[in-house]
């Protein structure tokens, strides 16, 4: 198997790609463009909580950087603050809630790379006007992710 040889790279602080849809903001780091499909990594700037919901595709790791953070995983609930990591694997639902709402940062890495793709396209919706339902579910479906009723 002959894979292209990935160069390396580095971003400064604060750079990487803003992607912004209804009250989330995040900045993606990492893609699978600049990782060969290893991993993607984007940062919560503008926190919100994430219902329960599982990944068919990805395995999730969380890394707090501010505040106090809630995940639960599985039938277990962490309370996590900074310097603290949460692990989810792919099909095990999860959530995460802030214990003070809207506030905290966490850096999030994704294993294999490609759930960016779920943030640039309901970027892209929320600029096209379109962002509702709809386009959360078509792009939930395509990104294998199922929300659930908690």
């Given at each position: 198997m002959n894979q292209p040889m990935l160069s390396g790279f580095k971003?400064?602080?604060?750079?990487g790609e803003r992607v912004r849809f209804g009250d989330?903001?995040?900045?993606?780091?990492?893609?699978?463009?600049?990782?060969g499909g290893a991993f993607s990594m984007f940062e919560e700037v503008d926190p919100a909580d994430t219902p329960l919901h599982a990944h068919e595709h990805e395995d999730e790791l969380f890394y707090v950087l501010e505040g106090e953070h809630?995940?639960?995983?599985?039938?277990?609930?962490?309370?996590?603050?900074?310097g603290g990591v949460v692990f989810a694997p792919r099909g095990v639902p999860h959530s995460q809630r802030r214990v003070v709402p809207r506030t905290g940062r966490e850096l999030v890495?994704?294993?294999?790379?490609?759930?960016e793709g779920f943030f640039f396209e309901l970027g892209?919706?929320?600029?096209?006007?379109?962002?509702?339902?709809?386009?959360?579910?078509?792009?939930?479906?395509?990104?294998?992710i199922t929300w659930l009723d908690e």
């Open positions: 971003l400064d602080p604060g750079s989330v903001e995040v900045v993606v780091r990492a893609t699978a463009r600049n990782t809630v995940f639960r995983v599985g039938e277990e609930e962490f309370r996590v603050g900074p890495m994704t294993f294999p790379a490609g759930l892209q919706a929320e600029r096209d006007g379109t962002l509702g339902p709809e386009a959360y579910a078509r792009v939930s479906q395509k990104y294998g």
